[in-house]
T-cell receptor, first 113, second 113 residues
Framework: EADIYQTPRYLVIGTGKKITLECSQT?????MYWYQQDPGMELHLIHY???????EKGDLSSESTVSRIRTEHFPLTLESARPSHTSQYLC????????????FGPGTRLTVL | GNSVTQMEGPVTLSEEAFLTINCTYT??????LFWYVQYPGEGLQLLLK?????DKGSNKGFEATYRKETTSFHLEKGSVQVSDSAVYFC????????????FGSGTQLTVLP
């Protein structure tokens, strides 16, 4: 079954640690996105990708980085986590040329102590 | 720029009550409009959509009509259930836009038995 996966679902780490949030989709979608969701529920686009080797920054400035080496994989990395990075991170994907619907993963809830 | 304004929550209703969540948008041109739902601990799921004026999207008893004259896309359901408790997001997008979705701030709905 085609789907979009995020791991881990929950992560609690200490300040200064390097972390990578994984996102994979099996739908062959070209476009992928990372959103940060604050406690007030609002969604902010932090990164997106048109396809392999393409990455762009979103509307909300983020200290995280992303890469897109394979179509199905769009990991997000924080080199040195801080408490201000505590948030929910949602990954999404969309097929180029299809309807405008984005498909979302279940999210990773990150807590930095 | 494009923006979406949603009715502020939280909204609390009794089971079988009528639901309306207001959504208005500002955009240059004619976007596609969406309602997404986020159940507790999960990512977003597309609930319904409309791609042109006067279109009505419907799913799971929810409906919304694309009103160009009032730039609105209000979500309605005639009889809510406890299982409808979730956060609802209104969103817009333009075909061909790389960044795709512009979200409203979300409305928390709680349905009491």
């Amino acid at each position: 079954e085609a789907d979009i996966y995020q791991t881990p679902r929950y992560l609690v780490i200490g300040t200064g640690k390097k972390i990578t949030l994984e996102c994979s989709q099996t739908m062959g979608h070209d476009k992928m996105y990372w959103y940060q969701q604050d406690p007030g529920m609002e969604l902010h686009l932090i990164h997106y990708s048109y396809g392999v080797n393409s990455t762009e920054k979103g509307d909300l400035s983020s200290e995280s980085t992303v890469s897109r080496i394979r179509t199905e994989h769009f990991p997000l990395t924080l080199e040195s986590a801080r408490p201000s990075h505590t948030s929910q991170y949602l990954c999404a994907s969309k097929y180029e040329g299809g309807l405008d619907e984005q498909f979302f993963g279940p999210g990773t809830r990150l807590t930095v102590l | 720029g494009n923006s979406v304004t949603q009715m502020e929550g939280p909204v609390t209703l009794s089971e079988e009550a009528f639901l309306t969540i207001n959504c208005t948008y500002t955009a240059t041109g004619y976007p596609s409009l969406f309602w997404y739902v986020q159940y507790p601990g999960e990512g977003l799921q597309l609930l319904l959509k409309a791609t042109k004026a006067d279109d009505k999207g419907s799913n799971k008893g929810f409906e919304a009509t694309y009103r160009k004259e009032t730039t609105s896309f209000h979500l309605e359901k005639g009889s809510v259930q406890v299982s409808d408790s979730a956060v609802y997001f209104c969103a817009l997008s333009f075909s061909g836009s790389a960044r795709q979705l512009t979200f409203g701030s979300g409305t928390q709905l709680t349905v009491l038995p």
